[in-house]
């Protein structure tokens, strides 16, 4: 028997984030990137993924039901499956409630994503910051070749690269891929609290 699955997951699947975001407006680049549509800003700095769109301005990272859901200030996340059905032709068929089961495991995967998205949005934090922090310490360049060159400046050199390197990964890679960074950022994150202390 499959395990049926819930009228959230069946709009997932039936349409991806692109299309949602095009088809409610949206203006994305080459690059993938549009203006995102939970801030005010002049330069997008809003991704769009297959699945998600995350904004790594404000932070706010939404799939296609929660984009829907806050784009049209709808109540629940079943208005915006509606929506969407409607509006992409999905049809899903809204009727009955999910059993108790579906609901709890519903209610695990969801959790099971917020807890990603926190931990995304912290280690995106910590890459950033990193990489500023490289660009920061190259001003601690000698003046002149007699000069000493300061420990600061000596560490951004080996390091500014490989910070760009991950921010732009980082950027670039899914969600799996993304996770499989988690060592890095673990020892990025002990090194800016050394730093700190
Ligand atoms: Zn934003």
């Not at 990603?116 to 001003?139: G, H």
């Amino acid at each position: 028997m499959f395990p049926k699955i819930t009228v959230f997951e069946e709009a997932r699947q039936a349409v991806d984030m692109k299309t949602v975001a095009l088809g409610y407006g949206l203006h994305i680049n080459r690059s993938g990137m549009c203006l995102c549509p939970f801030h005010a800003e002049k330069t997008p700095s809003a991704k769009v993924y297959p699945q998600r769109l995350h904004c790594f301005g404000c932070g706010e990272s939404a799939d296609v039901i929660s984009f829907t859901q806050k784009m049209f200030g709808l109540a629940k996340p079943i208005d915006a499956v509606k929506k969407l059905n409607s509006d992409f032709g999905l049809n899903i068929s809204i009727g009955q409630a999910p059993t108790a089961k579906e609901a709890s495991e519903y209610v695990k995967r969801a959790e099971e994503r917020r807890a990603y998205e926190q931990w995304e949005k912290q280690a995106w934090r910590t890459l950033n910051d990193y990489l500023w922090l490289m660009r920061d310490w190259q001003e601690y360049a000698p003046r002149s070749p007699a000069e000493k060159p300061d420990e600061r400046f000596v560490y951004s050199l080996h390091h500014l690269e490989w910070a760009e390197y991950l921010c732009r990964e980082f950027i670039d890679y899914n969600k799996a891929g993304r996770f499989s960074m988690k060592g890095v950022v673990k020892d990025i994150e002990r090194f800016m609290e050394k730093k700190g202390g």
